[in-house]
């Protein structure tokens, strides 16, 4: 089945610094990609997404390209703030029939000033 | 006005019992969703209705039934209570069936504790 893959946090940065979050995918066909935003205490957002291969999404400073070649989605941000501090969680859509997203298990960014 | 609205927020009790979770969304949306996020963060779907009709039912327990008794409102009956029902829940809603877009919109989560 469809699968998402994340690394492991915390990731803790200072502010300003440059942030990556690595993501890549298992799917058969040829999914949506997307990243989910969660502050605390909240739920989910949409941060940004991409339909197709080497579409490259962005809101809010972060960007995400999507690699086919290398299956991944991983999330950049060229400096953090401390309101960047939340969870965030990559996810795939597939296009057949009814579907739903499929969530990576989540990387909790902590920015300190 | 909240899009996607859950109550209640907090939810404690204890083993056994039965509880609910209600889900109203404002949004017009056709499609709604039941999430559950454990300590991890995790987050796996649970069901799925669309117009009232459920189309994902994942491998869930028995014990939770949802219901959906028009296309804004999607409740979440959970019978006989465990510690492992122990989470945070979540709504969510979707413009179109199959949430391709990939917008899902969430609700604020609901944290269930069973002592």
């Known amino acids: 089945g469809d699968s998402v893959t994340q690394m492991e946090g915390p990731v803790t940065l200072s502010e300003e610094a440059f942030l990556t979050i690595n993501c890549t995918y298992t799917a058969t066909g040829y999914p949506s990609l997307f990243w989910y935003v969660q502050y605390p205490g909240e739920g989910l957002q949409l941060l940004l997404k991409?339909?197709?291969?080497?579409d490259k999404g962005s809101n809010k400073g972060f960007e995400a390209t999507y690699r086919k070649e290398t299956t991944s989605f991983h999330l950049e941000k060229g400096s953090v703030q401390v309101s960047d501090s939340a969870v965030y969680f990559c996810?795939?859509?597939?296009?057949?029939?009814?579907?739903?997203?499929?969530f990576g298990k989540g990387t909790m960014l902590l920015v300190s000033p | 006005d909240t899009a996607v609205s859950q109550t209640p927020k907090y939810l404690v009790t204890q083993m056994g019992n039965d509880k609910s979770i209600k889900c109203e969304q404002n949004l017009g949306h056709d499609t709604m969703y039941w999430y559950k996020q454990d300590s991890k963060k995790f987050l796996k779907i649970m069901f799925s209705y669309n117009n009232k009709e459920l189309i994902i039912n994942e491998t869930v327990p028995n014990r939770f039934s949802p219901k959906s008794p028009d296309k804004a409102h999607l409740n979440l009956h959970i019978n006989s209570l465990e510690l492992g029902d122990s989470a945070v829940y979540f709504c969510a809603s979707s413009p179109i069936a199959g949430g391709n877009t990939g917008e899902l919109f969430f609700g604020e989560g609901s944290r269930l504790t069973v002592l």
């Open positions: 996810a795939l859509s597939d296009r057949r029939g009814y579907s739903t997203l499929t």
């Open positions: 991409a339909t197709k291969a080497d």
